[in-house]
């Protein structure tokens, strides 16, 4: 898939403006010799009509001869993108252009590619693809296949009930060539080390910030974890100020019993700056392990591999680019802060141009021809990963980020948006000698997963067989899912756009704007939202009234998905789950008992600039 072809179905939905043919003419006298017009340059239009979010390109298969030129025009309220999925030599997409709603623009080095054909997808809404077909001879450019220079490295593992991890500027190998990147680490890697505790077993993490200048606070969060709000990485109060530290109590337990074989992360959590942070580096994984169990033997050791995809765009020198300098500006205050601005919602996404694991670009991992645990976790802002093997070979997934499924589930595909983990197995028996490509691999436009990037992510380098003790049984030790469920819905939380698009228009002012919104307000730490009652049981229901899909994470608890749309949640969320896609108009009810804390506690976006800008609320557990 990563040449340049990809199946696009079009539907029954009208083309409502045709791509334009335009033909020049040489009007000139003639000499005597040759013909007396030029050859025709046949240029495109890419259309995005209203509601392209849903509907996808207006025009999504374009034809231009070679040296053409391709426009695109955005009827659109939303802003898009026009992106190669092949990249160039420097790792970049080989043409990328947004367009502004309500503006048009002119595609650049589509008169450089060579004849075939290009697919292109938005990078901003990215279930939208077309193909580009250059006819003729065309430029010289042609697409950059993957190449898998560097080996995967796996962060050092701390195991004691004390830890101390320092966030501070660090230089790490991030690509394979050139300079070291700068980046804002936890204990001087990206990502920060690996904590790994059996449930039951306390735990103390100490972090310390010695932050450049100009950082600002920190807080961090334990994305998955059962703890004390006062632990709990409160964004706006209990922060880490540069020169001062901040010790975190996580027990492992719920409800008095060990917390059970669980994939978090900890992350910073800090209001207005949360997507900043996190993509200057601070994120770090920690896997919670159960007891030894008879009958129940998985891949360990070597086998038993963490992977965290996160994506990043970088300058010719490999320093991180900024996309925070400039671009949307929040007036008014928390409660009633609305952004104006380029970027501001719905139009704000950080989004990078090239795809990391471990903290690697495209790095390899040789594996030997036995089955191994793959415990992936999606730590990007925005981006979500249909995530697939190159030869076909499925996945078995074992558990989610919250533990073990009641049964392990088939997939050739795993779809993880932003927060979302998956616990799989693969067998890579019989593969010896080849090598296969983890990758993300969009569904057809209308199905799971056509917003997810076309995108390879690393490659698995297959040896020899091996001695392989690992078995699985029919049924999985998941946790206990809370039973009996009220019928009542307990609270209702709607995500949503909400202000004046129009006050934020090129650049805005007025003090009006834009802001992502639950229940038609921006999240303001002072106002409670909803109190729920310690040791009581509640049914919460999920609806998204905006054009683009939504990650919801609730802090505090796991959580049990009772219905999705209606009807019976598929296989792979039938466990516990503590972050949940929001497709536009979908509704979701979910379910858990809340114990052994009290406090203040929230409900979020995960995609990080919908977080930043508005799309969290506060609720408290209450006795």
């Known amino acids: 898939m990563w040449g340049s072809r990809v199946r696009v179905a079009v539907g029954a939905t009208a083309v409502l403006l045709c791509a334009t043919v335009l033909v020049a003419y040489d009007v000139s ?139 501070r500027r660090s230089l790490v190998r991030a690509r394979p060539h050139g300079p070291r990147t700068s980046m804002w680490t936890y204990d001087g890697s990206y990502p920060g080390p690996t904590i790994r505790r059996r449930g039951g077993q306390g735990t103390e993490v100490t972090i310390v910030n010695r932050l450049p200048r100009g950082a600002g606070s920190m807080t961090t ?101 900024d996309p925070f300098a400039s671009g949307s500006r929040m007036v008014g205050h928390h409660g009633a802060m609305a952004w104006v601005g380029p970027h501001a919602p719905p139009d704000d996404a950080t989004i990078g141009d090239t795809v990391l694991v471990n903290g690697r670009e495209a790095p390899y991992l040789t594996v030997s021809a036995t089955r191994h645990r793959l415990r992936l976790l999606n730590s990007s802002p925005f981006s979500s990963y249909n995530i697939a093997l190159s030869d076909g070979r499925p996945f078995l997934q074992i558990g989610t980020g919250s533990g073990f499924l009641p049964r392990a589930v088939v997939r050739t595909h795993v779809l993880l948006g932003p927060a979302q983990r998956a616990d799989v197995l693969v067998d890579f028996a019989g593969a010896t000698g080849k090598r296969i490509v983890l990758e993300s691999d969009p569904a057809s436009p209308g199905t799971t997963g056509d917003d997810a990037r076309a995108t390879a992510i690393m490659e698995f380098r297959v040896g020899s067989p091996a001695r392989d003790a690992s078995r699985l049984p029919a049924r999985l030790p998941s946790p206990e899912l809370v039973s ?98 929001l497709e536009p108009g979908e509704v979701v009810e979910v379910a858990a008992r809340f114990t052994d804390y009290t406090g203040p506690f929230m409900i979020h976006c995960h995609m990080l600039d919908h977080e930043d800008h508005g799309m969290m609320a506060r609720f408290d557990v209450v006795r």
Not at 277 to 299: A, S
């Open 29 to 167: 006298p003639a000499p005597d010799a040759g013909p007396a017009w030029a050859e025709p340059v046949r240029n495109a239009t890419i259309v995005i009509d209203q509601g392209g979010v849903r509907k996808g390109y207006a025009t999504p298969l374009v034809t231009v001869s070679g040296g053409g030129e391709v426009t695109v025009v955005n009827l659109d309220s939303f802003d898009h993108t026009v992106t190669s999925v092949a990249n160039g030599p420097d790792g970049l997409p080989l043409f990328d252009v947004r367009v502004r709603a309500g503006t048009t623009a002119t595609v650049p080095g589509v008169d450089l590619l060579a004849a075939g054909q290009w697919d292109f997808y938005c990078k901003l809404h990215p279930g939208m693809r077309g193909v580009l077909t250059v006819e003729g001879t065309g430029g010289g450019v042609e697409p950059e296949r993957p190449t898998f220079e560097q080996p995967l490295v796996v962060p050092r593992t701390e195991r004691g009930a004390d830890i101390r991890l320092v966030m």
């Open 221 to 321: 969060h334990l994305h998955g974890d059962h703890h004390a709000s006062q632990h709990d990485g409160q964004p706006t109060t209990q922060l880490i100020r540069r020169g001062a530290s901040r010790t975190y109590d996580y027990p492992l337990t719920v409800d008095g019993r060990a917390a059970p074989g669980s994939f978090f992360w900890y992350h910073d959590h800090r209001m207005d700056h949360t997507a900043r942070n996190n993509w200057r580096g601070l994120q770090g994984m920690f896997i919670v392990t159960d007891p030894p169990r008879d009958g129940l033997q998985l891949p360990r050791g070597r086998r038993d591999v963490p992977l965290m995809i996160s994506e990043r765009s970088f300058r010719a020198d490999n320093q991180l680019t």
């Open 484 to 581: 009996p469920v009220p019928r009542k819905v307990s609270k209702s939380w709607t995500f949503g756009l909400s202000g004046d698009r129009r006050s934020g228009e090129h650049g805005g002012h007025g003090g009006h704007g834009t802001f992502w919104s639950i229940n038609g307000k921006a999240f303001d730490p002072g106002r409670i939202d909803h109190r729920a009652g310690l040791g009581t049981v509640e049914r919460w229901r999920f609806r998204n009234t905006s054009d683009v899909t939504h990650y919801v994470h609730i802090h505090a608890e796991q959580w049990r998905t009772l219905l999705r749309d209606g009807r019976i949640p598929p296989p792979w969320e039938q466990g516990l789950e503590d972050t949940w896609r």
